[in-house]
């Protein structure tokens, strides 16, 4: 093959150029003696359509290294690599053959990077093909269609000279019907690194392994005794499943020697769906969770995996630092968030892991810095920030990469993860042929570093938060070739950050207009960080009155915490409905202690007692509340004193009390009251309650006239009892007079019949005697006598008793006398 450009860092040996110069003068032989037999004008019109088919069939032929095993091979390995050739063009490719060629050693990092960047390009400096019996061969590739291909060499095949990363092609060479001539029709480059013996002075590595997840869990829980927990969604279930992304990571963790950086918001979420649980669905139904399990044996394998191992606790929830520094620091209470944030992970940790973490490390979003960032950093206690090298880049004269430890002042260390070996496991990495050159290209990456100086150095692997499971995979993969390999050695994270940094390494941190715009964008903004700020104000104002304020404020701090989850990045939409699903539960929580509304109240008289009735429909009892009542128009009725009446409000869980105000009138008319509840410390609490009292006082005039009334009552039915009285006693008396007068009456008529003579109708004889008594007798005596003896008339009028009646009078009768 013509030799079109060479890789930077490559140094061809003199042999191989000889080698391929002799190679290239044999190969032009034949073609010169034809094109002397040729007409003048033809080999200018030969050259030029050979120019125009290689531009048009360049790579037609995909080429893809799906395994490449051992991936760091030492003395006496067969190297094999593996992969498939897909003729992606319109003509056959006839008399092809896979083969593999071996470049010179690349002796710097950027050579690897660019080397990475050409990897599939047709021109190169590839070195020569191994050829002979190790390569693969087809007769035929039809266009579509794909073959697989496995070639085995020996290591001692390649001619690999001193330690160092190589650079390996592996190509199809064929003809097409337009060029039938043998060309190379497609490539795929990697790296293969070369280091048989153990290294003199291996680097000391350190690899984070994160175990974070999204948001799963919400503020509500149950009312019951255990607070049954509510998940957003069964998302964390498919997780902790077999082949589910955390399941991978725990297997494959638990292999390799790691530091386990944990976010303590996921094992809290575990550990609740131990339990019962409830998943959120549709509206406001929940169904019961049924996956405890597999978070239950999710959770035996992880305190099995960390048993003796290095366990870094980030903050509750990982809060996002950079967008906390650079949005959220003007607004109150945002720095105690991540205090608090901070305070509960390693109780968490501890509980669930039985492990005591370490919780001096924050991990900005990869390991982006500014000086805000690192002051919000280590304001909650942490003292060290994992930084990365694409951000505390170096300006100095160093020929090396400097260890990871670097002072960066007021006793912080910055831990500066190297940026190609941390981010050599992005995007899609499910296939496996990009899976394949990330790992060379990470080992590549890894012995060059150690073949920079034979200085002691710590380099650090931090990467991406939440890995895929490809990406889990892949990298797992490189570090267990890296771990059992020649130049490196594991490291625990404490251990970096104490090793003695390089003199020379920069320790100057970038200002706040470097930060990646990149990651700006997708930071919390600052509105979010306000309505944090409000639904923690409207706790405050809440827990003060409750029994169990626990039950209240464990839930709803948590939750607080994973509003400000770095996992929200990207996710502004969810991150937003999050945060108002927060404060909606809380003001239905606050909503169930309430003022009972009422309607218009009359009241008559100078004084009345007003009503106002308290609810709580919480399970727990309320106290701390003072209920004022205050008159809109105090000069038409008062309720005190005061300018409002207050009395203290205490009241079970689902119950109702009525608190009684006592008033005093002093106008007639309409008087506007309010009712509202306030925390004893003088905050108001709830909505206030508004009612109309209507007034109607009684005038001294007219109470004079109703005592009168009363009074001439009183004297009537005084006089109706003397009257009887009086009454009854006249007709005691007349009964003894009548008795009287009938035993005088039987003696007259004795005397009479015997003596004077007196008639039968009992009366005494008339004489001279008897005129004057006769005369002087009462008129109703007389009368009543004359009219015994009369006969009765007509026209007489009608006496009131009968005659000669000796029963009472009825009450209220006249009786004449």
């Known amino acids: 093959m013509a030799e079109a450009a060479d890789f930077p860092g490559m140094t061809p040996s003199p042999a191989r150029r000889w080698l391929r110069r002799t190679g290239a003068l044999l190969a032009g032989a034949p073609l010169l003696a034809g094109l002397l037999q040729l007409p003048a004008a033809a080999p200018a019109q030969a050259v030029g359509q050979t120019s125009a088919k290689e531009a048009s069939d360049a790579g037609t032929v995909a080429v893809t290294v799906d395994s490449l095993s051992p991936a760091a091979p030492t003395d006496g390995d067969t190297l094999t690599v593996s992969g498939t050739v897909t003729n992606n063009g319109k003509q056959a490719v006839t008399d092809a053959h896979v083969g593999l060629q071996v470049g010179s050693a690349l002796t710097t990092r950027s050579a690897i990077d660019s080397a990475a960047k050409r990897a599939d390009a047709l021109s190169g400096n590839d070195g020569s093909e191994v050829g002979g019996k190790y390569v693969a061969e087809f007769a035929k590739l039809t266009p579509g269609v794909s073959e697989h291909f496995s070639i085995s060499v020996p290591v001692d095949k390649l001619d690999l000279d001193d330690d160092g990363v190589y650079p390996l092609g592996v190509s199809l060479a064929g003809e097409t019907s337009a060029q039938p001539w043998e060309q190379v029709l497609g490539v795929q480059r990697t790296f293969l690194p070369w280091q048989p013996e153990e290294a003199d002075t291996p680097t000391r590595t350190t690899v984070?392994?994160?175990?974070?997840?999204?948001?799963?869990?919400?503020?509500?829980?149950?009312?019951?005794?255990?607070?049954?927990?509510?998940?957003?969604?069964?998302?964390?279930?498919?997780?902790?499943?077999?082949?589910?992304?955390?399941?991978?990571?725990?297997?494959?963790?638990?292999?390799?020697?790691?530091?386990?950086?944990?976010?303590?918001?996921?094992?809290?979420?575990?550990?609740?769906?131990?339990?019962?649980?409830?998943?959120?669905?549709?509206?406001?139904?929940?169904?019961?969770?049924?996956?405890?399990?597999?978070?239950?044996?999710?959770?035996?394998?992880?305190?099995?995996?960390?048993?003796?191992?290095?366990?870094?606790?980030?903050?509750?929830?990982d809060p996002d630092l950079a967008s906390l520094a650079h949005n959220g620091t003007g607004v109150a209470?945002?720095?105690?968030?991540?205090?608090?944030?901070?305070?509960?992970?390693?109780?968490?940790?501890?509980?669930?892991?039985?492990?005591?973490?370490?919780?001096?490390?924050?991990?900005?979003?990869?390991?982006?810095?500014?000086?805000?960032?690192?002051?919000?950093?280590?304001?909650?206690?942490?003292?060290?920030?994992?930084?990365?090298?694409?951000?505390?880049?170096?300006?100095?004269?160093?020929?090396?990469?400097?260890?990871?430890?670097?002072?960066?002042?007021?006793?912080?260390?910055?831990?500066?993860?190297?940026?190609?070996?941390?981010?050599?496991?992005?995007?899609?990495?499910?296939?496996?042929?990009?899976?394949?050159?990330?790992?060379?290209?990470?080992?590549?990456?890894?012995?060059?570093?150690?073949?920079?100086?034979?200085?002691?150095?710590?380099?650090?692997?931090?990467?991406?938060?939440?890995?895929?499971?490809?990406?889990?995979?892949?990298?797992?993969?490189?570090?267990?070739?890296?771990?059992?390999?020649?130049?490196?050695?594991?490291?625990?994270?404490?251990a970096a950050a104490k090793a003695k940094p390089d003199p020379g390494a920069t320790t100057k941190v970038p200002s706040r207009s470097a930060y990646p715009s990149s990651l700006r964008k997708q930071e919390l903004p600052r509105s979010a960080f306000e309505q944090i700020a409000y639904t923690q104000d409207k706790l405050d104002n809440f827990k003060v009155i409750l029994a169990n304020e626990a039950r209240v404020v464990t839930p709803f701090g948590r939750a607080m915490n994973r509003e400000m989850s770095t996992s929200w990045r990207g996710r502004s939409t969810a991150a937003s409905s999050f945060r108002q699903g927060v404060q909606a539960y809380l003001d239905t929580l606050t909503g169930q202690v309430k003022l009972i509304d009422k309607s218009e109240t009359k009241l008559s008289g100078r004084s009345a007692t007003i009503p106002v009735t308290v609810q709580n429909n919480l399970v727990q009892g309320v106290d701390h509340l003072v209920l004022r009542l205050t008159s809109k128009n105090p000069t038409r009725l008062e309720i005190s004193d005061e300018a409002y009446a207050e009395q203290r409000v205490t009241v079970s869980g689902g119950h109702t009390t009525t608190v009684k105000f006592t008033t005093s009138a002093k106008v007639n008319g309409q008087t506007t009251v309010v009712a509202q509840l306030y925390t004893e410390d003088g905050q108001k609490y709830g909505e206030e309650v508004a009612f109309d009292v209507r007034v109607t006082e009684i005038t001294a005039t007219v109470m004079l006239v109703i005592g009168g009334g009363v009074l001439l009552l009183v004297l009537a039915g005084f006089r109706m009892y003397t009257q009887r009285k009086r009454a009854a006693a006249r007709e005691a008396e007349e009964t003894d007079e009548t008795d009287e007068t009938d035993e005088t009456e039987e003696d007259g008529e004795s005397g009479a019949e015997g003596e004077d003579g007196a008639d039968e109708a009992g009366e005494p004889a008339d004489g001279p005697e008897n005129a004057g008594d006769r005369e002087n007798r009462p008129e109703k005596e007389s009368g009543r006598r004359a009219g015994a003896a009369d006969p009765e008339q007509p026209s007489d009028e009608t006496p009131d008793t009968a005659v000669e009646s000796a029963d009472p009078s009825g009450t209220g009768e006249r009786v004449d006398r």
Request: charged share 20%; no cysteine.
């Open 208 to 317: 984070l392994w994160p175990l974070v997840s999204t948001v799963h869990m919400s503020a509500e829980t149950g009312s019951n005794a255990q607070q049954t927990p509510v998940f957003l969604n069964d998302d964390l279930a498919k997780e902790l499943s077999p082949g589910g992304r955390l399941e991978q990571l725990l297997s494959l963790g638990k292999e390799l020697d790691v530091t386990w950086v944990i976010d303590p918001d996921l094992l809290a979420s575990v550990d609740a769906m131990t339990g019962s649980y409830r998943v959120r669905g549709e509206g406001d139904t929940t169904t019961a969770g049924t996956h405890q399990a597999v978070a239950k044996q999710w959770l035996d394998d992880l305190q099995e995996a960390v048993l003796g191992k290095e366990v870094v606790a980030l903050p509750f929830a």
């Open 333 to 494: 209470g945002s720095l105690s968030q991540l205090k608090a944030a901070t305070d509960v992970a390693a109780t968490t940790v501890e509980t669930v892991l039985h492990v005591t973490p370490n919780t001096d490390f924050a991990w900005p979003v990869d390991g982006a810095v500014d000086p805000s960032i690192v002051k919000v950093a280590t304001s909650a206690g942490a003292d060290k920030v994992i930084a990365r090298s694409d951000s505390l880049t170096e300006n100095g004269d160093l020929t090396y990469t400097p260890s990871a430890a670097r002072p960066i002042g007021g006793g912080t260390t910055a831990v500066v993860a190297d940026a190609r070996l941390s981010t050599a496991f992005k995007g899609d990495l499910t296939k496996a042929s990009t899976s394949t050159l990330a790992v060379q290209e990470f080992l590549a990456q890894s012995l060059a570093l150690n073949l920079q100086t034979g200085k002691q150095r710590s380099a650090v692997v931090a990467p991406q938060r939440m890995p895929t499971t490809s990406q889990a995979r892949s990298l797992a993969e490189a570090v267990s070739t890296l771990q059992s390999g020649t130049w490196s050695q594991s490291q625990q994270l404490a």
